[in-house]
């Protein structure tokens, strides 16, 4: 069973950068879209990018400009390079993967924290 991991949260100070990582333990040829969301405390979970298969990408309006979304098939890997980090972007960030075979639940990885202190 493909299993998603997150790396590269951590602590930053506004206006900085991170980059965050998911590999998926299995080949993401199988799946379609695949992208980030992020929960901050207090508030529900958001949608901050998504990559389709294609390579066609969105973003939530809040991180248009700032955030890049990518995809390594040959690593099965997803990245979001984050730049022009502030408080509003402290939150817990969950990579998510849409399964291209019909039926099959969302798969999620387990969190990563970003923290962006001024």
């Known amino acids: 069973q493909v299993q998603l991991v997150e790396s590269g949260g951590g602590l930053v100070q506004t206006g900085g950068s991170l980059r965050l990582s998911c590999a998926a333990s299995?080949?993401?040829?199988?799946?379609?879209?695949m992208g980030w969301y992020r929960q901050a405390p207090g508030k529900q979970r958001e949608l901050v990018a998504a990559i389709s298969s294609g390579g066609s990408v969105l973003y939530a309006d809040s991180v248009k400009g700032r955030f890049t979304i990518s995809r390594d098939n040959a690593k099965s890997t997803v990245y979001l390079q984050m730049g022009s980090l502030n408080a509003e972007d402290t939150a817990v960030y969950y990579c998510?993967?849409?399964?291209?075979?019909?039926?099959?639940?969302?798969?999620w990885g387990q969190g990563t924290q970003v923290t962006v202190s001024s």
């Open positions: 299995g080949s993401i040829f199988s799946f379609n879209a």
């Open positions: 998510y993967a849409d399964p291209s075979r019909f039926g099959s639940p969302r798969k």
